[in-house]
């Protein structure tokens, strides 16, 4: 079955080009087993804001949604291509014998789709070796299955990571700035009445994180003058990363840098603040230490809480946004939970002396 949300409308409700081919035509021909090269049992579906991510037994290929909202625009074929583009050319840094290649969907003169094939170019799709799930963090704290050494060994790379990465020039009062306008976009969104947020938690934890952002300005702007910003993974979650010898961080934040640009100790503290919500808060701890002891840096616990609780909030607004692709009574209960439970978090982290 084809879900609801394979449409081509813009957010503005104009038709976005597509190509010649149905989008729903597109998603109905790569959700068949027999339509990739390589034999595989079936094919599993992964839906986001953004994409379908189609899952053969070896591969994943990502197919871009033809959307387009305020921080994006997907709504053409060679802007597909280009975020495409630069989606492999980012996560090679962290994730480099994942993403394989770009692989063209198109269409014969007769109509048929095909993958690499030889008619006409009609979508991209961004081509992945398939990891095991298990060995992907959240799973692994699901199960119980996370030591310290398996943090200590995904650390030393992002801190290697960071260390190598350039600054980005940034005067203090435009970091401080951001701050505050991503605070009050956060609690503007979550205030429509339509999402069931507790609307005293959500304005006093707004005020909350202003009044943390005035106490810890001098920290913000030290970070930006001492040129602590540079050009990072920009979603750091526990799915996004794969344990083992040779750790992996994958689905990087491809499709606006200046989401990417950011204090090392902010991404690390989005990565906390999601092992916290998972039920694994000491990785919080460990993780930060063994940042700090690769880098020397040493970040106030004043500034951390700041960075969860901004995160925490965005997460909130994230978790609702789902609500536009999913209209099930179950699937809107799940994500209305989850936008409460990370506010309340939000407001935890921004309250506590």
């Not at 035509?25 to 390589?38: G, H, M, Q, T």
């Not at 909130?316 to 692709?325: G, N, P, T």
Request: net charge neutral; proline share 4%; aromatic share 8%.
């Amino acid at each position: 079955m084809i879900p609801r949300t394979c449409q081509t409308q813009a957010s503005n409700g104009s038709r976005l080009e597509n190509h010649g081919v149905a989008f729903a035509a597109k998603v109905a021909y790569l959700i068949r087993p027999e339509s990739y090269p390589e034999r595989t049992a079936a094919v599993d579906v992964v839906q986001t804001h953004m994409s379908f991510v189609f899952l053969t037994d070896r591969h994943a290929y990502k197919l871009k949604k033809p959307v387009r909202y305020e921080f994006l625009d997907f709504s053409t074929l060679a802007a597909r291509h280009a975020d495409c583009r630069e989606e492999m050319r980012l996560n090679r840094r962290l994730a480099g014998d994942v993403y394989l290649d770009l692989v063209a969907l198109t269409q014969a003169a007769g109509g048929q789709l095909q993958l690499a094939g030889d008619g006409e170019t009609v979508e991209w799709l961004v081509k992945m070796r398939r990891l095991p799930r298990k060995r992907m963090l959240d799973r692994a704290i699901s199960a119980g299955r996370v030591s310290r050494d398996d943090v200590r060994q995904f650390m030393l790379v992002l801190a290697d990571f960071y260390a190598r990465a350039e600054p980005v020039a940034m005067s203090a009062d435009e970091y401080r700035q951001r701050f505050e306008r991503d605070i009050r976009a956060n609690h503007r969104e979550l205030s429509f009445p339509e999402y069931g947020i507790d609307g005293a938690l959500n304005q006093s934890t707004a005020s909350a994180q202003l009044a943390l952002l005035e106490m810890a300005g001098e920290l913000l702007a030290r970070r930006a003058d001492d040129g602590m910003i540079v050009e990072g993974h920009g979603d750091l979650r526990p799915e996004h990363v794969f344990l083992g010898p040779e750790p992996r961080f994958i689905d990087c934040l491809e499709f606006n840098r200046a989401w990417r640009l950011l204090d090392p100790v902010e991404e690390i503290a989005h990565l906390s603040l999601e092992c916290e919500y998972a039920g694994a808060q000491w990785i919080s701890d460990v993780a930060l230490d063994i940042y700090c002891e690769r880098t020397g840096d040493a970040p106030a616990a004043q500034l951390v809480r700041f960075y969860k609780s901004v995160r925490a909030s965005l997460r909130a607004k994230l978790s609702v946004w789902h609500l536009r692709d999913h209209l099930e009574p179950a699937a809107r209960e799940k994500w209305i939970g989850r936008a409460r439970r990370y506010l309340e978090l939000a407001s935890r982290y921004a309250s506590t002396p």
